[in-house]
């Protein structure tokens, strides 16, 4: 077993007294799930260090680098540790923006590469996806990407990234908008009118969004982000409506009715909003939504606000996108985060990316473009991505990982909620699922200064919207790795008093 630490010796008397399935799980209680992981952070220098720092004056002359925290050293990355150039080893808990399913140098990963050179060559031979794929391309799809497809959606179409799988679920609605109104063939009026941006072939359509949203920072879906003024500003944008997105008052379980007022509100704006934008010849073709908001702040929606939204957008024609780029992949307990909503069939479009490994996106069999290379680019996706992905499920299915993060998010949800209870002036709003967790600062200061004192801890966390701490963990965090956090989480909350 692969993912077994090098401590199984002090269990043996226990497991000589269990057998089988529960021998497995006495295992996985005990140990890391990825094998070599330290024990806990050790810190070194500064962050950046002066390595990184050397490196970053380097990077800066070659382009902008304001962004960079600091140089990762990822041959010596292991698990839910980040190592940096420095000597510095953090848990991780924002993997990558998110981004990491199996946290760093999994081992399974690692061996579909060394013991198999056909994978090797599906790593060095990067096809034009749309024209000339791999025999077994096909099989690759249904096996791993239909494999955990969104009950009802049995289309999938693979791209490189998450702003890119937007833009084209979007050209997608468009042409879905159209196609009803139309029919299959252009008019010579379409054809030669879109050349020159000009309707009818360049039709007045919208894309519905909501304020504090993030769909990418590409020129076509930047005009559905709505989370912070420095993605936006400077590039021009389509005038399509914005909603209000749910602003609930916390703890949920206390504040039902006004929440719930509150859905109500939303989804009426919504609706008002999609009979203006039709009065002004820009109909809605579709709705864009991320399950719970994650770079705006973590903001949720309820399960009633998604089902009602769903119903706006059937009955006024309009394709439903659930964004679900962040928060797929599993980290919220289940594999889509809309599966807890218990909507009424599947939404018309489900993006994905990040934990994904690949991008892509999801959709109804109407949704297909009748025709080639509308939805085209040279890649379309990766191979090496799927291939990387097929490993991925194969180990979230062997160690049940759902369920680990349905553990590790219950044990991390009841501790911030402890502390939050314990530094109730710095502390609020403590929310999410499964590990898609995170909690409210009393102000953006305390929040950056939260996180920087974390680092200084042995802890890469990450923010979200203006004063939020996320937490992003891969779906290899433990109990124990929940302790850490916890433990130097109290130590900065005390130092910072
Ligand atoms: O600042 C940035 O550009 C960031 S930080 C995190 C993201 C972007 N997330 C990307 C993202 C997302 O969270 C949702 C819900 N939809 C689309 C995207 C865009 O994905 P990428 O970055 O792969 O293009």
Request: include cysteine; charged fraction near 20%; charge should be positive.
């Amino acid at each position: 077993m692969a993912s077994l630490c090098s401590r199984p010796c002090k269990l043996t008397s226990l497991l000589a007294r269990v057998g089988g399935a529960q021998q497995a799980r006495v295992l996985r209680a005990a140990s890391s799930l990825v094998a070599g992981e330290p024990k806990a952070p050790t810190i070194k220098t500064n962050i950046p260090g002066p390595r990184s720092k050397q490196l970053l004056q380097e990077l800066n002359q070659i382009q902008q680098s304001g962004s960079i925290q600091l140089f990762a050293d990822y041959d010596r990355s292991i698990g839910n540790y980040l190592a940096d150039v420095d000597g510095n080893v953090l848990l991780d808990v924002y993997t990558q923006i998110s981004s990491l399913p199996l946290g760093y140098n999994h081992p399974h990963l690692l061996q579909m590469l060394t013991d198999n050179p056909h994978n090797v060559k599906t790593m060095v031979n990067r096809p034009a996806l749309g024209v000339f794929p791999g025999a077994d391309w096909c099989d690759k799809l249904r096996k791993v990407l239909l494999g955990v497809a969104p009950a009802g959606l049995e289309q999938v179409t693979t791209m490189a990234c998450g702003s890119c799988s937007n833009e084209n679920a979007y050209k997608a609605i468009f042409m879905w908008y159209r196609g009803k109104q139309r029919g299959v063939d252009f008019s010579p009026e379409e054809i030669s009118s879109c050349m020159v941006n000009q309707p009818p072939g360049s039709p007045d359509l919208s894309i519905l969004s909501f304020h504090g949203a993030f769909h990418g920072r590409t020129l076509g879906v930047l005009s559905t982000t709505h989370s912070k003024a420095i993605h936006k500003i400077d590039v021009p944008a389509f005038d399509w409506p914005i909603a209000p997105f749910p602003n609930y008052r916390y703890p949920l379980e206390e504040n039902k009715q006004e929440n719930a007022a509150e859905d109500r509100r939303c989804l009426a704006a919504v609706q008002q909003l999609i009979e203006d934008a039709a009065k002004k010849g820009r109909p809605v073709a579709g709705i864009v939504v991320e399950p719970i908001q994650a770079e705006g702040g973590d903001n949720e929606g309820s399960p009633e606000f998604f089902q009602g939204l769903q119903k706006v957008a059937r009955s006024n024609g309009a394709a439903l996108l659930i964004d679900e780029v962040q928060t797929g992949g599993g980290a919220t307990g289940k594999m889509w985060c809309h599966e807890h909503f218990n909507l009424d069939g599947p939404p018309d479009v489900v993006t994905f990316s990040k934990k994904m490994l690949t991008g892509g996106f999801y959709h109804t069999a109407e949704l297909k473009a009748p025709q080639s290379y509308r939805i085209f680019n040279t890649w379309m996706g990766d191979p090496g991505k799927l291939l990387l992905l097929e490993g991925v499920i194969e180990v979230i299915k062997k160690d049940d990982l759902l369920s680990q993060v349905r553990r590790s998010g219950d044990r991390l949800l009841s501790g911030l909620k402890q502390l939050q209870s314990e530094f109730p002036a710095m502390l609020s709003k403590t929310r999410g699922r499964g590990t898609f967790l995170a909690v409210t600062c009393s102000s953006p200061k305390l929040r950056d200064s939260l996180v920087a004192r974390l680092k200084t801890k042995g802890i890469q966390s990450g923010g979200c919207g203006e004063d939020s701490i996320r937490l992003r963990p891969a779906l290899i965090f433990q109990e124990h790795h929940v302790d850490i956090f916890l433990d130097r989480f109290r130590q900065v909350l005390v130092e910072s008093k």
